[in-house]
């Protein structure tokens, strides 16, 4: 179903890519022409037509300025920015900590009425408790190196930006896999405050929560990537490397048709909830 989740991005780039082609072949310059005129290899200069490398802002001023396009500029600029934006590198994403990577989609929480995630790994961080989003982030700070661990304040803001789920014009559709019940993280208790809160919050109002059983039988769809639908305009993916947003209404649509296909597939109500009662007995 789901296709490269970075096609998106790269489709981005390749649109800035030929923007650039154009303006250079509409003012008749060569590839070397440019580069000389721009200060720079012709090796660069086809690189960044080919989209093998992303021009910064400076590259695509200097490039509009040799064209002879500067009222161009400055679109470009944004446009280049955005693609940029669809591929983020969480080696670059946290490289100021953890705590001000929770703050980076704000805006984006705001401006959506409808939430659609699906986790075959971890509770879904619009329903970590503070111990189990602290133990998370503990692992992933530790797994990329960073320089300062910043967790336990990062799992603070989580949950601060989590309370979203109790606020009225929004709905939340959260599909889990039964095995994530049972991925432990942090300390027994840790696990137990995590499995009890989904039993209050799977029964909130504006929140649906799915539970795909392991036993499940000639399923519609096989476990997946994490993935988050915004609304029907935007779908985050997360890799162990990255971070990738798609926006293109093809792919978004894709991911829409799996997580139905996967809800289809999920128990929920009393059926839910003897499945997380059973996963917090199987700690003692």
Same mark, same amino acid.
């Given at each position: 179903m789901p296709v490269s989740p970075s096609s998106s991005a790269q489709a981005a780039r390749i649109a800035v890519a030929h923007r650039l082609r154009e303006l250079r072949r509409s003012a008749g310059l060569t590839i070397v022409e440019l580069a000389d005129r721009c200060g720079w290899s012709h090796?660069?200069?086809?690189?960044?037509?080919?989209?093998?490398?992303?021009?910064?802002?400076?590259?695509?001023?200097?490039?509009? @300025?040799?064209?002879?396009?500067?009222?161009?500029?400055?679109?470009?600029?944004?446009?280049?920015?955005?693609?940029?934006?669809?591929?983020?590198?969480?080696?670059?994403?946290?490289?100021?900590?953890l705590r001000e990577l929770q703050s980076n989609s704000a805006k984006?929480?705001?401006?959506?009425?409808?939430?659609?995630?699906?986790? @075959?790994?971890?509770?879904?961080?619009?329903?970590?408790?503070?111990?189990?989003?602290?133990?998370?982030?503990?692992? @992933?700070?530790?797994?990329?190196?960073?320089p300062i661990d910043d967790s336990a304040d990062a799992a603070r803001a989580r949950v601060e930006r989590s309370r979203i789920i109790y606020e009225q014009g929004r709905r939340?559709?959260?599909?889990?896999?039964?095995?994530?019940?049972?991925?432990?993280?942090?300390?027994?208790?840790?696990?137990?405050?995590?499995?009890?809160?989904?039993?209050t919050a799977g029964a909130l109002p504006a929140v649906s929560l799915g539970i795909i059983p392991k036993a499940t039988a000639d399923r519609a769809q096989w476990p997946r990537e994490t993935f988050h639908v915004y609304d029907d305009r935007l779908v985050s993916v997360e890799l162990v490397s990255a971070r990738v947003r798609i926006n293109q209404p093809s792919e978004t649509a894709l991911y829409v048709a799996a997580f139905e296909q996967l809800r289809g597939m999920a128990v929920y109500g009393a059926d839910a909830r003897a499945l997380i009662v059973r996963a917090i007995e199987a700690l003692r």
């Open positions: 090796p660069k200069t086809s690189r960044i037509e080919n989209a093998k490398t992303a021009p910064n802002a400076k590259d695509i001023r200097a490039w509009c @300025s040799a064209v002879g396009a500067q009222d161009q500029a400055e679109d470009l600029v944004a446009q280049s920015l955005h693609a940029e934006s669809l591929y983020a590198e969480w080696r670059h994403e946290a490289r100021r900590g984006l929480f705001r401006e959506t009425a409808l939430y659609r995630v699906y986790s @075959s790994s971890l509770v879904p961080g619009l329903l970590q408790t503070e111990g189990y989003a602290a133990a998370v982030l503990r692992v @992933s700070a530790k797994f990329r190196n960073l939340f559709l959260l599909l889990v896999e039964e095995g994530v019940l049972y991925h432990q993280m942090g300390d027994a208790d840790a696990m137990a405050a995590q499995l009890g809160f989904l039993l």
